[in-house]
């Protein structure tokens, strides 16, 4: 029995009845378990690299996303043949895009030595991974502070988790920017981060020339944090430019 695996197709699914029927036409005893289908697999070993390949891969997505939850290593399969010589090829790295990092299954470049030759071959991969994200417990409103109360941790399959989800940790000081419904995991568009100074707040603003230092008081117009430059305006109403130094104090730039 001679079974042709087209070549541009990376596996080629069989009936089990033909290839049961070619044994029992030579009087022999086949217990099928398969289903009814049998699947065939180019390269499916990968010519011994397949370990070698996986172990590369996952420290990859350990070194780059260490917050994801591998649960099973990596299926890496090619969807074209590897060169006839590939066992003899060397490898050197992998690397793998950012927008494969939040996908269970995608592709990679490996990178191989091969004498003195590079060369760099198209993989892909199939794995069952999760990620901790964050699901609002009730309903929130705009400018709400977040706190401990109003979410919780829970990990989800990675085809399952929004685009844009925060994973890992929230931003210290976040704000729901619109609403929230329970339930719902929160994303990165739906928080802003709250300043500690917010805008028509009152600041102490110094002033320095040859050596006098003016200190006057002054309102924000904008929301601010230590470090920004942001426009004042004193109480005469005229419109500074001015560094946040401190909780408590601003430096005029003019």
Not at 78 to 83: E, G, I, V, W
Not at 200 to 217: D, N, S, T
């Amino acid at each position: 029995m001679v079974l042709t695996v087209p070549s541009e197709r990376s596996q080629y699914a069989v009936s089990s009845s033909t290839i049961i029927s070619f044994f029992q036409d030579r009087n022999v005893t086949v217990i099928d378990s398969s289903g009814g289908i049998v699947t065939f697999k180019r390269d499916c070993n990968l010519m011994g690299k397949a370990k070698i390949l996986q172990n590369a891969l996952l420290k990859k997505f350990q070194d780059v996303a260490p917050w994801l939850r591998i649960e099973n290593p990596p299926y890496i399969f090619t969807k074209t043949s590897l060169p006839e010589d590939f066992e003899r090829y060397e490898l050197v790295f992998v690397e793998i895009s950012n927008s494969m990092l939040h996908k269970s299954s995608g592709s990679f470049f490996a990178h191989f030595q091969m004498g003195t030759q590079e060369k760099k071959l198209y993989f892909f991969y199939e794995m069952k991974a999760k990620a901790l994200v964050f699901k609002a417990k009730h309903n929130l409103h705009n400018g709400k502070i977040l706190t401990s109360e109003d979410y919780e941790s829970v990990w989800l399959n990675l085809d399952d988790i929004p685009i844009r989800a925060l994973m890992q940790e929230l931003p210290h000081n976040s704000m729901v920017k619109g609403s929230l419904k329970a339930g719902q995991i929160l994303a990165d568009y739906h928080l802003s981060i709250k300043k500690m100074f917010s805008k028509q707040e009152r600041i102490k603003a110094l002033f320095k020339e040859e050596g006098l230092v003016i200190e006057i008081q002054a309102t924000l117009l904008s929301d601010a944090d230590v470090g920004d430059v942001v426009k004042i305006r004193t109480e005469q109403g005229k419109v500074l430019n001015a560094k946040i130094i401190s909780s408590k104090e601003a430096i005029i730039l003019e």
